[in-house]
């Protein structure tokens, strides 16, 4: 199919087929065959071969939407549809196509090819739109690669860090060579930004990853805001000894770190948000030896930066005050601080009048409690996000799963959300 070809009867029935549910269904599961780790488990990641191979079947799925298509500096795949006329500013429709390791198949790729459905059915029923659409399929929001998230969608705001160059894989190849092993310049990265001038907006389909929806037995919801979160590297540093020491000579910093661990989840609990230690590594971590040092990780993470902020200070007091009473020391250093990004009332209120297109009667607002694309691009324009029931609320695990009638609904909610923004009747 060529791409600005008059729209025609057959062009229209082909696009209907193309982006019915299980068409999007068969999509994913294509996607999933391009991954690394064997026995059907998924793991695609930045700037690897399976990156360059799904941007070439989502640029050909855009093509056949009636889009024209790049691949911008950072290896973003992208694609554009003109408005009423060429050159207008741009509503985004985007998610991401990089995975983490054993991941499920519908976490960043369904929202790319709803994306592409919404656009394609657009342009097959000949609707000329007072915006330019296009679709960006980030190649990394996870961060599995390089340890850190969202440097596709980071490009693409223009809020790359160059000393992010540096950062290097488990292989230890570095980002920059990485680019250059993709046929990307890093010289080049800043090309990859937009301007918010040629902007309206940027709306995201995902998966909820979260049990809210299913409970309340609804298909589709609406975000809030993405929680902004902020980590934190913990070490208790007390004094190995031998087994046999008594305990009121000890300075045992596991004993000292578990007091820590249980805080911060009943102080989290207490005032309504969300923290995790998911990391621990004790020293020397023999049976026979009080643990002379620990180190942990705290994750947190609230709606408003404020009521986080307040949460880490008192939990910063009483760690002290626990390390304080069994003489250890405590050391907390910073290693992540991103503000929670608020989605946008014009375009919440304009996904609500596409679930509402859809027949669902309510739509709840949730807040999402995990990291999105949306939270990079929120630096350069306005964003919302519609959220879609996922099974028991699994996410990054291959269990993840939606039914095609939820696909459906999602498809039917993201085209209607676009038209209600354009003043289009529906
Ligand atoms: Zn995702």
Redo the contacts with the bound molecule.
Sequence with gaps: MQQGQTVSVPSASAAIDRTSALSILARCDELAAHSTLPGGLIKRVYLSNEHRAVNALAAQWMIEAGMRTWQDAAGNQCGRLEGRTPGLPALLLG??LDTVPSAGRY??ILGVLIGIAAVDRIHASGTELPFALEVVAFGD?EGTRFGRALLGSRALAGTFDRDWLDLSDADGISLSDAYRAFGLDPENLGDAARGSDDLIGYLEA?IEQGPYLEEADQALGIVSSIAGARRFAITVTGKAGHSGTPFDRRHDALAGASEIVTLIERTARDAGLIATVGHLDVFPNAVNVIPGRVELSLDLRAEFDTERDAVFERLSTIMTEICHSRGLTLDIRQTHNAPAVACSPGLREAIAVGIAATGQKDAQLLLSRAG?DGMAVGDLTEIAMLFIRCRGGVSHHPDEHVTAADVASATDAFESAVLSLAGATL
Excluded: K, M, V
């Design positions: 998610s991401h976490d960043g929001e995902h999105h």
